[in-house]
């Protein structure tokens, strides 16, 4: 079945630092790939996402980067701030099916 | 504010009992998904329902049910409930249905089941 993988489950930087969190996904036929951000005890909220029809997207100190080839995309955050500590999750939603497949999860801390 | 509304916010039971979740979608979105999420653990895909009709299926135990009403709100039933269950269970919503659709998370339900 679909699957998405999450890595690293834990990632720690120093403020200031670039954070990279990669996901791989299953399901050659997914074309939809969201990131979301969620605060301890809150709602996941989306915070950037990609279609399968480009390489890289962009916003701000976030970027996401796909490779349909290897069936990989990673979440780029630059000059990290502590409010960016949260877990963030990446999802893949396959074309012609209906399932969100979410990653595991990346507990993001960003040392101060 | 997501725009989708789940109730209740917070509920404690008792093992064996039943309960309903409640879900009411963005204005305009006909794609309702629940999902579980246990302490320190992921987003579990239950279930999904479009304009009334399940449309998809994850792990979701035979204990739960749910239903999507005309209305277009939806409910999630959980009965025979073990300490197991305890979970944030949240409700999301889309536009539609298929690929390429964006969904937005409610607020969450956190079940406590002692």
């Known amino acids: 079945g679909e699957n998405v993988e999450q890595h690293p489950s834990t990632l720690s930087v120093q403020e200031g630092d670039s954070a990279v969190i990669k996901c791989t996904y299953s399901d050659s036929a997914s074309n939809y790939f969201p990131w979301y951000k969620q605060e301890l005890g809150k709602r996941p909220q989306l915070i950037i996402d990609i279609r399968s029809n480009v390489g890289e997207k962009k916003d701000q100190r976030i970027a996401v980067t796909l490779n349909k080839t290897a069936k990989h995309f990673s979440l780029h955050i630059t000059e990290t701030q502590p409010e960016d500590s949260a877990v963030y999750f990446c999802a893949a939603q396959g074309q012609g099916t209906y399932k969100y497949i979410f990653g595991t999860g990346t507990r993001l801390k960003v040392l101060a | 504010d997501s725009g989708v509304t789940q109730t209740p916010k917070h509920l404690i039971t008792a093992t064996g009992q039943r309960v309903t979740l409640r879900c009411s979608p963005r204005s305009g979105d006909l794609s309702v998904y629940w999902y579980q999420q246990s302490l320190d653990q992921g987003l579990q895909f239950l279930i999904q329902y479009y304009n009334g009709e399940e449309r998809a299926k994850g792990n979701i135990l035979e204990r739960f049910s749910a239903q999507q009403f005309p209305d277009l709100h939806s409910e999630l039933n959980l009965s025979s409930l073990e300490l197991g269950d305890s979970a944030l269970y949240f409700c999301?919503?889309?536009?539609?249905?298929?690929?390429?659709?964006?969904?937005?998370f409610g607020e969450g339900s956190w079940l406590t089941v002692v």
């Open positions: 999301a919503s889309s536009q539609g249905t298929g690929g390429m659709n964006t969904i937005y």
